[in-house]
């Protein structure tokens, strides 16, 4: 798999929801694809899988186990949130770039 593909269909996918649906889903699709997909699908890069299979099981790992990891982050450590999820994120694209090299 290049790394470049998997980027690719979700700038392809959010193409087709702007067209379809309007800016406003565009952005909440963008907003999906930036706080749950790309950490996965970064870290998933050093798996030997399709570009397709990658996104398919980093989407289902960002509906799963993304959404877990912030709500025990909020009522264990961070009592705020958003300062929970922004942290979560920011560890797991962390952990995804260290992982990509």
Same mark, same amino acid.
């Given at each position: 798999?290049?790394?470049?593909?998997?980027?690719?269909a979700?700038?392809?996918?959010?193409?087709?929801?702007? =067209? &379809?649906?309007?800016? %406003?889903?565009?952005?909440?699709?963008?907003? @999906?694809?930036?706080?749950? #997909? $790309?950490p996965?699908? /970064?870290?998933?890069?050093?798996?030997?899988?399709?570009?397709?299979?990658?996104?398919?099981?980093?989407?289902?790992?960002?509906?799963?186990?993304?959404? =877990? &990891?912030?709500?025990? %982050?909020?009522?264990?450590?961070?009592?705020? @949130?958003?300062?929970?999820? #922004? $942290?979560?994120?920011? /560890?797991?694209?962390?952990?995804?770039?260290?992982?990509?090299?």
């Open positions: 798999m290049k790394p470049h593909e998997p980027i690719a979700i700038i392809a996918c959010l193409a087709g929801t702007f =067209l &379809m649906l309007g800016p %406003a889903s565009a952005v909440a699709t963008a907003a @999906f694809a930036i706080m749950l #997909v $790309i996965s699908v /970064l870290i998933l890069a050093k798996a030997k899988l399709e570009a397709e299979e990658t996104l398919i099981i980093g989407a289902l790992i960002g509906l799963g186990i993304i959404p =877990l &990891m912030i709500y025990y %982050a909020n009522m264990l450590l961070i009592p705020s @949130f958003r300062l929970a999820s #922004v $942290i979560v994120v920011l /560890l797991l694209l962390a952990a995804g770039l260290l992982l990509k090299n």
